[in-house]
C-alpha cells in the first residue's frame, strides 16, 4: 500500500545509491544509468566536486530571503551572463517555474514599452514546458490539459513539421497582440526532434520583421546536454529570453531564467519573485555545475563522446533495420526512434540492467552523464545489441 498519489506510472523498482554512471539497489544489484534523473544529473550521481561543495555550503549558509543580498547568486548570474548571450538572471527552483517566468518577463516587457496587449505567446502543438497550469496550455497537448480546464488563454500554436517546410503555418499564426515565439532548441519529451539551424535562423528573422520575442526553453537541450553550453550556440542565433533548468543543478533543482537587456527593462522591483529561487546552498552547487560544464575541454569530450555513441548507434540500425527506425538528437540527448514496441524495448533493456526512458513518437531516450566514459557507452551499446538480436 502506498500513501503516494498514483500520478506516476512507476517501475518497481528502488535505489539506495549511485555512482558516476551507475545506480544500485539495495541488494547491490548495479543498474547503468543512461536516464540520470531525466537529463538533471549531468555529472553522474554523488560527483565528489558536487559533493564537496554542498558539504561546505550545508555548514555556512542555506536559504536565506531575496531581500537581501545573496553573493553565490551573484557569482553564478555573472558567469551565465559572460559565457552566453545574457545580461541578467532570475532564479527559480524548477523548469516550468522558470518558462512561466520566461512569459512573465516577455508580457511585462511590452507592458513596460506601453503595449499591454501584445502578450500572446505562439508555441508549437505538442511541445513541452512543464506542468504547472499556464505550462500545460502553452504546449497545448490534450493529454495533459485535459480534465483541467478553464483553459488558460493567451496561447496560439503552430505545426513543426519534420518534412518541409518546417513551420508550415507560422505566419498565418503571428497576429497583432503576438509577443513571442516560444520553442524547445531540441524537443525533448516530444521525442528528440531537432529544430535546424536555419529554422532557428528564420525564427529569429521573423521575430525581428514583426518584432516580437524569441523565446527559447533549454530546460532539457541545454547546460551542455547538445555538446555546446546551449543548443542554440551553434545556430548563432541569440534569443531574447531563455529558460533553463535540468543540468545546471546537476540534480539539485534549480532552474533560471536568462534575458537581454532589453525585455529587462519590464523586472523592476517587485515584479516577479520566488522564496526559495537562488537560495545559498543551490546557488553554490549551480556554481560548482557550470565550473565544470561551462569549460571548452569538457564540451570538446561532450562531443566527442556524442560522435563516438552515434556512429556506433547507426551501425546497430544496419544492424537491425526492422527493428531501429532511425537514430535521433545532438550531443548526449539521443533518441532511438522503434518500429518495435517502446515500452517493451525499455523493460527489456532494464532486465538488462540498462535504465532509458521514453519520449513521444515511439522513441527510447537515452541521456547519459555527460562525463559518461567510453568503456559505459561499449557497455549500453551491448545491451542494446543483445536486446535487439531477442526482438528480431
Ligand atoms: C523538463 C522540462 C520542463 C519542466 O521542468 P520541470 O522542472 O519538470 O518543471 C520545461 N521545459 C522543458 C523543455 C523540459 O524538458
Redesign the pocket.
Same mark, same amino acid.
Given at each position: 500500500m502506498s500513501y503516494l498519489a498514483k500520478n506516476y506510472n512507476r517501475k518497481k523498482i528502488s535505489f539506495v545509491r549511485g555512482k558516476g554512471s551507475y545506480l544500485y539497489t539495495a541488494n547491490g544489484i548495479k543498474y547503468l544509468d543512461f536516464v540520470q534523473g531525466?537529463a538533471v544529473n549531468c555529472l553522474g550521481h554523488a560527483n565528489p566536486k558536487l559533493v564537496k561543495t554542498i558539504k561546505n555550503q550545508s555548514k555556512k549558509l542555506w536559504h536565506v530571503s531575496n531581500a537581501f543580498q545573496i553573493p553565490e547568486g551573484e557569482k553564478l548570474a555573472k558567469k551565465l551572463c559572460q559565457k552566453t548571450f545574457a545580461n541578467y538572471v532570475m532564479f527559480q527552483n524548477?523548469? !516550468? &517555474?522558470? +518558462?512561466e517566468a520566461a512569459i512573465k518577463v516577455a508580457r511585462r516587457y511590452f507592458y513596460s514599452i506601453g503595449k499591454p496587449n501584445k502578450n500572446r505567446i505562439l508555441c508549437i502543438k505538442n511541445s513541452?514546458?512543464?506542468? +504547472?497550469i499556464a505550462?500545460i496550455f502553452a504546449s497545448g497537448s490534450k493529454k495533459m490539459t485535459e480534465g483541467y480546464g478553464p483553459k488558460v488563454s493567451g496561447f496560439d500554436h503552430i505545426k513543426f513539421k519534420d518534412s518541409k517546410p518546417r513551420f508550415p503555418n507560422l505566419r498565418s499564426k503571428i497576429k497583432k497582440n503576438t509577443a513571442a515565439i516560444m520553442v &524547445?532548441t531540441i524537443l525533448? &519529451?516530444g521525442g528528440i526532434k531537432q529544430i535546424p539551424d536555419k529554422c532557428l535562423k528564420y525564427l529569429r528573422k521573423i521575430c525581428d520583421k514583426k518584432k516580437i520575442l524569441l523565446i527559447l526553453?533549454e530546460?532539457?537541450?541545454g547546460v551542455g546536454r547538445s555538446g555546446n553550453f546551449f543548443a542554440f550556440e551553434q545556430s548563432k542565433v541569440k534569443p531574447d529570453i531563455v $529558460?533553463i !533548468?535540468?543540468g545546471i543543478g546537476g540534480g539539485f $533543482?534549480i532552474?533560471a531564467v536568462l534575458m537581454n537587456k532589453k525585455v529587462a527593462v519590464g523586472m523592476t522591483p517587485g515584479a516577479h519573485g520566488s522564496t526559495f529561487g537562488g537560495n545559498p546552498l543551490a546557488m553554490a552547487i549551480g556554481n560548482t555545475v557550470i565550473d565544470i560544464v561551462s569549460n571548452k575541454k569538457f564540451l570538446n569530450n561532450v562531443q566527442k563522446s556524442s560522435k563516438y555513441f552515434f556512429l556506433k548507434l547507426n551501425y546497430l540500425k544496419k544492424k537491425y533495420p526492422t527493428i531501429i527506425k532511425e537514430i535521433r538528437g545532438r550531443g548526449l540527448l539521443i533518441g532511438i526512434k522503434l518500429y518495435k514496441d517502446q515500452g517493451k524495448f525499455i523493460k527489456k533493456l532494464m532486465d538488462n540492467k540498462l535504465l532509458t526512458i521514453r519520449a513521444a513518437e515511439n522513441v527510447v531516450r537515452i541521456l547519459p552523464p555527460l562525463n559518461v566514459k567510453k568503456n559505459e557507452l561499449d557497455q549500453a551499446l551491448k545491451i542494446m545489441d543483445r536486446v535487439c538480436s531477442e526482438l528480431k
Open positions: 531525466i524548477s523548469g !516550468a &517555474e522558470a +518558462t513541452f514546458h512543464g506542468r +504547472t505550462a &524547445e525533448g &519529451e526553453d530546460v532539457q537541450c $529558460p !533548468a535540468k $533543482p532552474g
